[in-house]
Each structure stands twice: as structure tokens, then as C-alpha cells.
């Protein structure tokens, strides 16, 4: 039996385990991470991680470790490392409120880093110092042989974690089927300064092949298990979700209509979360005509599942299958069929800047609030408190052709205006916020200059709360003789 | 005698006005711009912009003009048509007090816009309404023919202009070179979702031609002119600068030893500005060893031309020749042994994302003011009052592989500290900027957390403001619990 990796005309592996590799079990290969490591973890939109082997690390003996994944993971990683305290750095993204509450109580370090940067980031010392102590990558796979893995639900910055690790984990897990190998075009990207283009002419084009290479030698352990991703559960779209979702899609079908940017094709990206999922299935209803619609994006949601069973998708670009349990059942049972959609792709694939600019996606994103001016704050609450991190969402606010914040206009039932005079910490700038979109409309802010922005951001705002927004524009106009930016917070009602 | 446009092969046009081409003196240029109308102007960082069209559409009728320009142009432009009352609005970027008043007072309507996404918001309607009435290009040149024309000291957004524009008026303008075509590249690109990455496999590969096309009805005047831009001078380089220098080159130099990054060529960017050109002038000591030395950015300034003399620089890509009038006289006098290491490339060119993120840039830019987290303010003093705009300075700082802000400590004497709690404004995010570099040192922010930025960015302000610098720090840290992320603002030692 051949032990070569599968290839893109055959991507399905024969095995689990393909050659004679011995496998072993999860503390045995929790003994392979040193005491003061950097561990590389697989896993990306909540799925895709490995499980077992950091739960063990938990369990072990105490470590000082750096925790580098491709995004969101499960609280086998940023729970268990969390609470056992050997985590103590953290990069890029986080999603789970064990870790969250250690970085902001500061005993994790932790700093959000744009998800299409990581790979450099890891070639080019873009961590510096915070990569620290021996490299370690554990990863989950469909099935591994002797120089080659498939990943499972997820690629993220997995091919870039394993061309930097000293060594290498693999847990090979049994619940993940072998045909995800179907979906998976892993392309490696050559160093600056003779870096070629990404070779992507179409969204779903496949320029790379199924499975991530690796130097034999680097393999530690393989490790096999059988448990399933704990992924995001997305709550049920509710009346502010539904509103938002008709008011966007009044938008695009109208921008469809008339701006030369779809004349061609409709591409959107949509951020992750429980509205981003919800705004992806109301697209059903997207007036298109007979372009196609295409998603070249970061992860792929229930909702999108949706657009594709509806025939309405022409395929879908991602770096994860963000999926619910639910979600999860539905792509399983018909694999084959997804994956002539779907593609997932490395996370310096699917957010790299070249390829957004050049297929001119329409970027829908959300954000914890919005000035006046339209800059967003995407990360922390009240200025201070984290919450997930910047994820991909400047990769494609920043380049994007045509750029959409879309949130509730309040938060805490109400209590908490999500439209601000001014941002507690700013993600995306004006410069690259084109639409705000709420349950209340559209505020198109292309081409408005900062003075005429506060009154177009002002009437997507909460109605209660435009009268203390106008009063506190009033009093910066008095004072200053302009238009104010940030010279000042908070916003009651 | 042809009259096709020069080609890559033979650049420099046999005359002035080639084909049967009548002129008309500007006043009847003038008359061809409609009371209602977008003006769209040649000219980048401070050359290359129309004279005397201009000027007599100031000394004209009533207009209400949309005025767009590649980068920063002429008095002739920016105080003219402002103290005419004809501009109503501007976009992208401006560099004179009269235009920077009006748009402080309220009188002029502006946004600046990042320099590479110009072209495309031309396109696809990224300025919206902003852009109102018949849209007329006055674009200054070295020489035209019946459909095409070569650009003077600047490409910009030129041929974005003449492509968009319902009619064309070119000044031909005796004192700049015919020899300037050796220098320009016009490569325009194709509309997505089918647009090509730019085909550039090295910074200063020419892919396009010296010409710009147009088509011949578009052409609605002709004008000689013979007077020289009125470009920015620089002050000389003071101590602070050759302080921030002498850091910047042993912060690079470390870097260039020991960082992958560097392992084939260094390549890098440096912004507008006096700051800017003294650091370039300084660069003639770094220690490349046998490295190319290569410029990918967005403007040549005096000091380049230093390094170009020294035997020191592999070639330089750029979209304006940003010279003074010294600078000029040196480059005219040797134009065509210049044009063998520069290139002039259209403004979504030069600072178009991909090829940035390709060539593994380092980019070296300035700010008004960084914060404690490494958030940069590049445009907005106070939060209020404009500056110039954020140019192309965030298509680099963005997509560059090593970010620097390299900035004085200090402002107005040191009466003001650039260091500050939490930006007025923010350009440049956290996520983005490497690197702080002032005259007391360089702060490393690769890696670190929002908890540990502060000590570093601290470590290299003035030294009377580190402790009210602390205190601010120490007062939100006791009221929160939490690192501050814009809570409050305003330090005074």
C-alpha cells in the first residue's frame, strides 16, 4: 500500500494511520511539549483543534507555554490551559470566556493579530520574543502517513504551523470524515521579495493539493481519538437579526443594480457569529439576476449551507466549517456533494489581502459599536475589556471593494447604545467603513466628509438615543468650531 | 510624422503637441468646465499639477466644484479655487494652509482616502455623490497627441482621471523634461472579479507604457504652458532628526543581520514629509552587506536621489517625483540617467496592496501622535483640526511585513508630547504598527500585549513626560483593573 500523500485527483486517504506509524496515547504525547514551549494548535472557527493532547498537557506537569492557534478553538485548549495555568501567552484569537477572562484579568498576555499575517508572522519574527521555548505543533487530521496530514474541519494556519514547529503531534480523529479531504486545496506561499501572486483566478478555483507536508523527522507522535468538536452554537436569528438582514439585502439589491462592481459576479464575505450566520441565510432572496453568487470568505456558517442547498450559491471560499453540531450533521451526511461548493483553504489564503482586492468582495462585518465618523471598534468593550479579537475582519473591511458594518443598533436590551460619539478603541477606520447597517438602515457614508457623517451614522442610531448624540455633537461644535473625533465619550440616554 | 503614442521601447515624444492639435489659451480652456462639475487634477505630492487652467477657472464664473486630485498639487489649485469660493468639496489628500482652512472652517467638504483604492472608487462609486456634475480631467503633461498623453513629475491618479472623465483638458508644460518619459510605467488593470494580479515580479519591472490613452473625442483643450511646480520644500535635517535616524539605522541594521525577511533584498518604503527625507539621506550608512537596497514606494524625495548617487540604491518605484525645486534642477539635469533606476507607476500602483505584501516592504511613515498601545494618528490634530489626510501612508503601513512610525517625541518645542494616553484619531492601528522609533530610542511592540505596549512605547518618549505618562497609566489600571484603551485622553507633564 502507498504511503504518498493523497493528491487532488485522489484526495481521500486509504487510512487513518497510512505506513507503519506507531501510535500512542495522549500523555505519552503530552511528555513530547517541554516544560517552557510554544505550542501551535490546529483549529479555527471553533472547530478543528486537537483535544486530547492539550487536555493531557493540562493534566501534566507545569508549563510556561505561548498558545498559538489559526483562530477560535475549543475549551480543551483555552479552558483546560487555562485553568491549569500553563498558559501564558496567547495569539492570534479567542473565542471561549476562560481565556477571556485570564487575558483581562492579565494573567495571560494575549494580542489579536490579522489572521492573513500569522503565517508571515511566524517566517518573518512578526511575534518576536513572544514565540518562546521549543516549537510544538498539535493538530488534528483525518488521517496522517509518514510526511503528510489532512486536516479536518478546519486549515487555518496549520500548513504554517508545521513548517515551523520543531516537532509535531497529530491526533487523528476518527469522528471527522475521511471525505473532508475533499474540500481541502492547501496552497504554500514562496518569501518575499520574489513572492508570487496567490495563482487564484476564480474564488473556488483549486491551486494546491489536500494534504500539508511535513519533514518525517519532525513527527513526534500520532495519537488517535474519537470525539467530536465542542463547536459555536448560534442562537436562533431574533426580530433585530431579521430586520437587519432586510435592510442590508434592500441595500445590496439596489448597489446590485446599478454599481459596475457586479456586473460581473456578486461576491460577499461574511463576518462570523450568530448575525453574520443569520444575515448569510437571508440572502436567499438576493436579487442577483443572472450572476452568480459567490462567497470568498473566512469561514462558512450554517447559513451559508442554507444559500447552497438552495441552489443559489456558485461556490464558497473559506479557511473553516464553523458549523453547529447541526451544521456539522448536515455537511457530514453529504460531503461529497458540499465539497463540490466548498473549499477551505490556509487562513493566508482565504483573508489574503491580493484576492480580495482583485475578485472586489463586498465585505459585511460586525463590530461592538460605531462613531460617528464610522470608525468601528471590533474587539473591546467599554475600551478595555477584550473580547474575541480582530479575527479577519480588517483582512477584508481594509480590502474589500465595498465595505459593510452591520450590528444592532443597542445592546444589553437596549440599555447600551452601540452607535458612540467616539470608539473606545478602533479597528477599522473611517477610511474604510463605506456602509452601517442596523435594524433602523442604511447609512451610506461613501464619498461624506467627517462633518456630514455624524448625521448619516446619527439616523441608523436607536431613536431614544439620537437626541443625546445630536446634543453631544452640538456642544464639540460649539466648543471647537468643528466636527468632533474622539475628542470625548460616553453617551447616555 | 506618426502620431502614435511612445512606447516602452522609444518613450520620448518627437514634440511638444504631436498631430494637428490647435491650443487655446486657458481663460477658453476654462469656459470648457461646466458650473456644476467634478474636477478631477493631476498632480502627487506636491508636482505634476495643471497651472493655469485652474487659476482661470478661479478668475471665472461661479463653479461649485468637486475637486479630486492625486495627491497633493499646487497653490494654483488649493488656495486659487478656495479663495474663488468655487470648491465645494475635495478628496483625497491636500498639503496647503488656504484648502486645509476651508476644510477646518467647514467651507470645503473633505475625506481622505487611501491613495491605492482612488482609482477603484472612481470605478465603483466609492465617493458616491461626493462626485457631482459633468466630470471634466486637467491633467498636465509633457507632451499629447490625438488619444494619448505623458505625464509630467507625477502619474497619480491620472489615468484613472482621463478614464473617468467626460472630457479632457491637457497643459503641456515646456519646463518639465520630455526625457520624463524614461520614467513612467502605465499599467492600468482590469475590473474584478476577473482582475489579474499586477504582474510585477520585481519593484521596478516595467509592465506598462510612458503613455496615458484617451479616447480623441474626450479631448477638449490643449494649453502650452511654461512655468515650473511650486513643490514642497524641505526644512534641512535638525538634531531630532538625526537622532531618530541614527536609531531607525541600528534598529535596521540588527534586523537586517539576524530576520529572514531580509534574506534576498531590503525593500523599503518611506512616507511624505522633511522627517521622511532625512531618514532617507541617512540610509546611504546602513549595512546591507551584499543585499539589493530597493525602494517600493510611494514618492521619491531629495534624499533618494542622495542614496541614487551614492551608488547605494538597486532602483526605486514610486508614483511622484516629490522633489524640491533643488531636487528638480539636480534631476533634470540627468534625467536619463536617473530614469535607469526609477520607475513612476499610476497611484493604484505604487501602493497597491499586493505587490507591498509580495516584496516584503518595510515601511517607515509618521504620525501626529502614537499611543501607548502603538495606535498612530497621522492626519487630526486635537481630534479636530485636519492636517493633509492619510495618503498612502496606511496602503503601507497596512501591508507592509515590518511597520515603523518614526516621529519626533515631542511638538511645538516640546511643549507637546506625541506620545499620548489614547489617539485623538486613529489611522494606523495596533494590529499594524511593529515598531515606534523616536530620538530617545525604539520601542518593539512585535509580540507583546495592550499590557505590555505601554512600558515599551513609554521607553521612548520624552523623558518629562514618562511620569505623567505613568500616572495616567496607574490611575485607569486602579479604576478598571484593566490596561486603558482610550478611556481618557490629554497629558501634561
Known amino acids: 500500500m502507498t504511503t504518498d500523500p493523497p493528491t487532488r485527483e485522489d484526495p481521500v486517504p486509504s487510512a487513518r494511520v497510512v505506513g507503519d506509524l506507531p501510535t500512542v496515547d495522549a500523555a505519552t504525547a503530552a511528555e513530547k511539549v517541554p516544560a517552557e514551549a510554544t505550542l501551535f494548535v490546529s483549529g479555527f472557527g471553533g472547530v478543528g483543534y486537537p483535544k486530547v493532547v492539550p487536555e493531557a498537557i493540562a493534566r501534566g506537569d507545569d508549563r510556561t507555554l505561548t498558545v498559538v492557534s489559526g483562530g477560535g478553538v475549543g475549551d480543551e485548549i483555552d479552558a483546560a490551559l ?31 493579530r490579522h489572521i492573513a499575517g500569522v503565517a508571515d508572522d511566524l517566517r518573518f519574527d512578526g511575534l518576536h520574543t513572544g514565540l518562546r521555548g521549543e516549537r510544538v505543533a498539535v493538530v488534528e487530521a483525518v488521517a496522517v502517513g509518514p510526511d503528510w496530514l489532512v486536516p479536518t474541519t478546519s486549515v487555518g494556519n496549520t500548513p504554517a504551523f508545521v513548517r515551523a514547529a520543531d516537532r509535531l503531534i497529530v491526533e487523528v480523529n476518527a469522528t471527522q470524515p475521511l471525505d473532508l479531504a475533499r474540500v481541502h486545496d492547501v496552497y504554500t506561499r514562496g518569501d518575499p521579495p520574489g513572492r508570487d501572486p496567490i ?14 507536508r511535513f519533514d518525517s523527522d519532525d513527527l513526534a507522535a500520532v495519537v488517535r481519538i474519537d470525539r467530536r468538536d465542542d463547536p459555536y452554537e448560534f442562537r436562533d436569528p431574533d426580530d433585530s437579526d431579521r430586520a437587519i438582514a432586510a435592510n442590508l439585502r434592500r441595500f445590496l439589491d439596489a448597489e446590485i443594480g446599478r454599481n459596475p462592481l457586479f456586473a460581473e459576479a456578486v461576491t460577499l464575505q461574511f463576518g462570523v457569529g450568530s448575525l453574520g450566520n443569520a444575515l448569510m441565510g437571508a440572502l436567499t ?31 464558497a471560499s473559506a479557511t473553516s466549517l464553523a458549523l453547529s453540531a447541526d451544521g456539522q450533521d448536515r ?10 461548493e466548498i473549499v477551505l483553504r490556509p487562513g493566508d489564503i482565504s483573508n489574503a489581502t491580493g484576492p480580495i482586492e482583485r475578485f472586489g468582495v463586498t465585505a459585511v462585518n460586525s463590530a461592538v459599536e460605531v462613531d460617528l465618523h464610522g470608525n468601528a471598534n471590533a474587539t473591546h468593550i467599554r475600551g478595555t475589556r ?9 483582512d477584508f473591511v481594509r480590502n474589500a471593494r465595498l465595505s459593510i458594518i452591520a450590528l444592532p443598533s443597542t445592546a444589553a436590551d437596549g440599555d447600551v447604545s452601540r452607535i458612540v460619539p467616539a470608539t473606545a478603541h478602533v479597528d477599522h477606520t473611517d477610511h474604510d467603513v463605506d456602509i452601517v447597517v442596523t435594524e433602523h438602515g442604511v447609512a451610506d457614508l461613501r464619498g461624506l466628509s467627517l462633518r456630514e457623517r455624524p448625521d448619516a451614522v446619527m439616523s441608523v442610531a436607536d431613536p431614544a438615543y439620537r437626541p443625546s448624540l ?17 475628542e470625548d465619550t460616553g453617551v447616555d440616554p
Do not use: K
Open 386 to 394: 477584550v473580547v474575541n479579537g480582530i479575527g479577519g475582519s480588517n
Open 199 to 212: 495563482p487564484l483566478s476564480t474564488p473556488t478555483e483549486r491551486i494546491g493539493s489536500p494534504a500539508i
Open 470 to 486: 445630536r446634543s453631544y455633537l452640538d456642544q464639540v461644535s460649539e466648543r471647537t468650531g468643528a466636527t468632533p473625533i474622539a
Open 82 to 112: 487555562v485553568e491549569s495555568g500553563d498558559m501564558a501567552r496567547r495569539y492570534p484569537f479567542q473565542t471561549r470566556p476562560a481565556v477571556r477572562e485570564a487575558i483581562n484579568t492579565g494573567e495571560v498576555m494575549f494580542h489579536d
Open 285 to 315: 432572496e438576493l436579487e442577483v439576476g443572472d450572476r452568480p453568487l459567490v462567497y470568498f470568505g473566512e469561514v462558512i456558517q450554517d447559513g451559508l449551507l442554507d444559500l447552497i442547498d438552495a441552489g443559489r450559491l456558485s461556490g
Open 331 to 340: 455537511l457530514f451526511a453529504d460531503i461529497s456533494q458540499y465539497a463540490n
